[in-house]
């Protein structure tokens, strides 16, 4: 399974940008999926994540209100609609696969990881 994440760039505070992850290979759509930042000198952190079916979706505490996770029923397509970007919201961006229907807050809950793509939010 292969991910590409894309739609980072660089945003002044207030923006928004809309990150997309599209899954190729062996994908499913009967698992969750979930999007993970790394700011720098930080571990990965858990941004936000969506049921198979789009059904259910959880947010951190820090983005929750501001984005929005979305992804095409029945495909392995996901979304990510930031809105009232930060700057401490600058990180790569990561999408990933879940290995169950629903998608967990820990990097262990994920089996297949995008190469990520570059948010930078100036103040």
């Known amino acids: 399974v292969q991910l590409q994440a894309s739609g980072g760039g660089l945003v002044q505070a207030g923006g928004s940008l809309r990150l997309s992850c599209a899954a190729s290979?062996?994908?499913?759509?009967?698992?969750?999926m979930g999007w993970f930042r790394r700011a720098p000198g930080k571990e990965r952190a858990f941004v936000a994540g969506?049921?198979?079916?789009?059904?259910?979706?959880r947010y951190a505490d820090s983005v929750q209100g501001r984005f929005t996770i979305s992804r095409e029923y029945g495909k392995s397509t996901m979304y990510l609609q930031m809105y009232s970007l930060k700057p401490e919201d600058t990180a790569v961006y990561y999408c990933?696969?879940?290995?169950?229907?629903?998608?967990?807050?820990?990097?262990?809950?994920?089996?297949?990881w995008g190469k990520g793509t570059q948010v930078t939010v100036s103040s």
């Open positions: 290979g062996r994908t499913s759509s009967n698992n969750g």
């Open positions: 969506i049921s198979w079916d789009g059904g259910y979706t």
């Open positions: 990933a696969v879940a290995r169950q229907a629903v998608a967990g807050t820990d990097t262990a809950a994920y089996n297949y």
